[in-house]
């Protein structure tokens, strides 16, 4: 049976990994059930997508009772389950916020990885620690943690394993805000709320620039021709009008 469930609170969508007795590490079979949910989000009315733990953690990642390096097929098992699952929610046109208390480590740091944001508890501590059992580091955190974090503290963290607590992930540019452990879910559930009321089908747009745009000026043209669109939907004259009427826009993804 599957851990992982899938929500949906009016305009957002909520993924809880659900296995807290083994800290919502993901078994081959959740990593399946984890693209079926994505794809789900994807082909809703969904306009955000929060992805949290169950149990006060968050993922730890592949589960190892499923993990046989003598005879597990690791390249079947990155490339047909986890990659697909990590691809899916990367590209998923909505804003992703991931939110993260516990453990959040290896492909459990991918997954938050993947998302557009990561908010954490005061009690997260997050890493890829996987040279404690000889494995090499996977689920794209070579380049994100690159892209992120500069090549000296990607490596850092790669080949010393250290888990970084909120403060540091914080500093470190890993995360983008850490809230108090009272309350953590709820707390994150109303930015992902706050987000998801936004004009999201701009949101879609800036994520396809933010991740594609190779340099400023692919950047500059992406902007012109994507603006062209958002001023022929309703958000953009929505947002006009409730600016000049003085009062809140009502956005509607469109």
Not at 42 to 60: K, M, N, Q, T
Not at 121 to 139: E, N, Q, V
Not at 142 to 171: C, K, N
Request: aromatic content about 8%; some cysteine; proline content about 4%.
């Amino acid at each position: 049976m599957s851990s992982i469930e899938l929500e949906f609170r009016g305009g957002l969508a909520e993924i809880v990994l659900n296995r807290p007795g083994r800290k919502n590490a993901l078994r081959r079979e959740d990593w399946h059930a984890l693209r079926q949910a994505i794809d789900s989000v994807a082909a809703s009315d969904a306009r955000a997508l929060l992805v949290r733990g169950a149990g006060g953690d968050f993922c730890a990642g592949f589960d190892l009772g499923d993990v046989r390096p003598e005879t597990t097929d690791a390249f079947a098992e990155i490339d047909q389950r986890v990659n697909p699952a990590l691809r899916a929610l990367r590209d998923l046109p909505v804003p992703t916020i991931a939110a993260a208390e516990g453990v959040c480590v290896g492909g459990g740091l991918g997954i938050a990885a993947a998302c557009d944001l990561l908010v954490t508890s005061d009690t997260a501590r997050l890493g890829a620690p996987y040279a404690a059992i000889g494995f090499l580091c996977d689920a794209g955190l070579h380049v994100f943690l690159r892209d992120t974090l500069g090549y000296q503290r990607a490596a850092w963290l790669i080949f010393t394993g250290r888990l970084l607590t909120a403060p540091e992930a914080m500093a470190f540019g890993l995360s983008c805000a850490a809230l108090p452990a009272e309350g953590f879910v709820e707390k994150a559930r109303a930015l992902a709320q706050e987000v998801a009321a936004g004009p999201t089908s701009a949101f879609s747009f800036s994520k396809r620039i933010m991740r594609t745009a190779a340099d400023p000026d692919a950047g500059l043209d992406a902007e012109a021709l994507f603006q062209a669109q958002i001023f022929s939907g309703e958000d953009a004259a929505e947002g006009v009008e409730a600016f000049l009427g003085g009062r809140r826009p009502r956005f509607v993804g469109r």
